[in-house]
């Protein structure tokens, strides 16, 4: 096993992943930038390396600084969290390159998968259904418009490098198509350092499910359960995540989990990934993407299966099989994950910043509180608004949002600005409590708020 591990992120993925180390007997050393000096991430690692100036290019993203980091430290291993390196091909080679482990899949797995339009071409090969589209990048907005005439509208039009909800964009008719294409383009080239995009059927109103996958480098990949994430922003930013998705039959169960799987194989895939699909209402299934890392709404699979999931990705990447096959995997009780963050529901989610002066967080039984935040933390401008996620566990899913409520009323924060109110709102809300929600979910129910408002 590792002797000592890098964790190359920040925030509370940094604390998770150092508690993890901490219970193995591993070493853990954080970076930090000069604006996270006192985050909780850089007070529960072994050791901690500054890694440059507050923004992201100039420190969690540079680098040259962040290899330089792991070199002093003398790690074996670096677990690259969610985001920032996390999917980045060139990362696992240049650590390789240095004789250091990557904890997570091998380069040409995460390169196979990096892009929306190669991975579609995996699903299809082998077999698992896609939303319907262009079978690759599409060349100019003459091919688009003709595709999308076969498709039907409305569709999408997804930058093939986008992720984290950007790079999509909904067009109704061959003029918004026309009027929308260049802009996409230079979009996309602009953010993801590639402009090329794919079209996509709008899928209306469709659930968002996603499969946990496990593989180790004996070639046995295993799936975990699933996950709902329907309930997101406008902008496709996940807010509130459960385990299990509430309407899972057994046999969609298998039918997604065998696919997922064989996609992960097909790329000789490890460690851990998730494969996105959406679900309609007649219970068809279609492949999104795969992302080839840990996800942020991990722990609601954790809860319900008992697997502590950075733990294992750390064991895989040391070489060791995975402890169970396919038939072991149980799921007991329901698990909800609501994502607290520093952004004003009143002001259309603008970002908040600033000193935390009470920070009164739940606790008790069921409640799990993942955050590198404290009162008399500065919470900075330069990075993603994500203050904690507040993960409840309870055996059915009414005592699961039953624990949700009473959690996200305890919590109490000020100083800055947060989504407390409007979670608490949210999970109030009858389509929230009767599990009837969609994508949809959450736009109708601004707009919803709206109208009462005015
Ligand atoms: P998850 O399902 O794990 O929540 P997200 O798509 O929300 O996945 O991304 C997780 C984190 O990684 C977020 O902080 C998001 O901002 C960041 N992220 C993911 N992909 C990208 C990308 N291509 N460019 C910039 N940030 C990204
Ligand atoms: P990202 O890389 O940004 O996570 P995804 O392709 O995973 O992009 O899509 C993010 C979200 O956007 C989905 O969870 C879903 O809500 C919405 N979405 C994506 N593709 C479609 C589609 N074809 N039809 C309807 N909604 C979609
Ligand atoms: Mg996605």
């Avoid at 809860?303 to 990447?317: E, G, M, N, S, Y």
């Avoid at 935390?356 to 500065?378: K, L, Q, S």
């Avoid at 566990?393 to 800055?416: C, W, Y």
């Amino acid at each position: 096993m590792f002797k000592k591990i890098l964790i190359a992120n920040r925030g509370e993925i940094s604390c998770r992943v150092a508690r993890a180390c901490r219970e193995m007997g591993i070493k853990s050393v954080a970076i930090y930038s000069e604006a996270d000096r006192d985050s909780l991430h850089v007070k529960i690692a072994d050791e901690a390396i500054c890694v440059g100036a507050g923004s992201n290019s100039d420190s969690y993203l540079n680098l040259a600084n962040v290899l330089m980091a792991v070199q002093i430290s003398g790690a074996e291993a670096v677990h690259p969290g969610y985001g920032y390196f996390s999917e980045r091909a060139n990362f696992a080679e240049a650590l390789k390159s240095l004789g250091i482990t990557f904890i997570g899949p091998p380069p040409d797995a995460i390169e196979a998968m990096g892009d929306k339009a190669k991975a579609k071409a995996v699903a299809i090969k082998v077999g698992c259904p896609v939303v319907p589209g262009s079978s690759g990048p599409v060349a100019n907005e003459q091919e688009a418009v003709k595709l999308a005439e076969g498709i039907g509208y409305p569709v999408l039009l997804k930058a093939v490098a986008g992720g984290g909800g950007r790079g999509i964009r909904r067009v109704d008719s061959a003029e918004e198509l026309v009027s929308n294409w260049k802009l996409a383009q230079s979009e996309a080239q602009a953010s993801f350092g590639s402009g090329e995009l794919i079209v996509e059927k709008y899928v209306v109103e469709p659930r968002h499910v996603e499969v946990q996958v496990m593989g180790d480098s004996f070639k046995n990949v295993v799936y975990l359960g699933e996950r709902e994430c329907s309930a997101q922003t406008v902008r496709h930013q996940k807010i509130i995540e459960e385990a299990p998705y509430a309407l899972m039959s057994p046999r969609l169960r298998k039918a997604m989990g065998d696919s997922a799987v064989k996609v992960a194989k097909h790329v000789g895939y490890t460690n851990a990934g998730t494969v996105e699909f959406l679900v309609t209402k007649d219970e068809k299934f279609y492949f999104l993407e795969m992302n080839t890392r840990l996800q942020v709404e991990h722990p609601v699979t954790e809860q319900v299966t008992d697997v502590d999931l950075v733990q294992l990705q750390i064991r895989i990447a040391a070489g060791e099989k995975l402890p169970f096959t396919q038939r072991d995997i149980e799921l007991k009780g329901h698990a909800i994950e609501a994502r607290i963050t520093a952004q004003d529901p009143d002001r259309d989610f603008a970002p908040s910043s600033g000193k935390i002066t009470v920070w009164n967080a739940p606790g008790g039984r069921g409640v799990r509180m993942d955050t590198h935040c404290y009162a008399g933390f500065t919470v900075s401008p330069y990075y993603d608004p994500m203050l904690a996620k507040v993960i409840v566990t309870a055996p059915t899913r009414q005592q699961a949002v039953e624990k949700l409520a009473t959690a996200l009323h305890e919590f109490q924060v000020e100083g800055i600005l947060t989504n407390i109110s409007f979670l608490r709102k949210m999970v109030a809300h009858p389509k929230f409590v009767s599990g009837d929600i969609d994508t949809s979910f959450v736009p109708k129910m601004l707009e919803e708020s709206l109208v009462y408002a005015s």
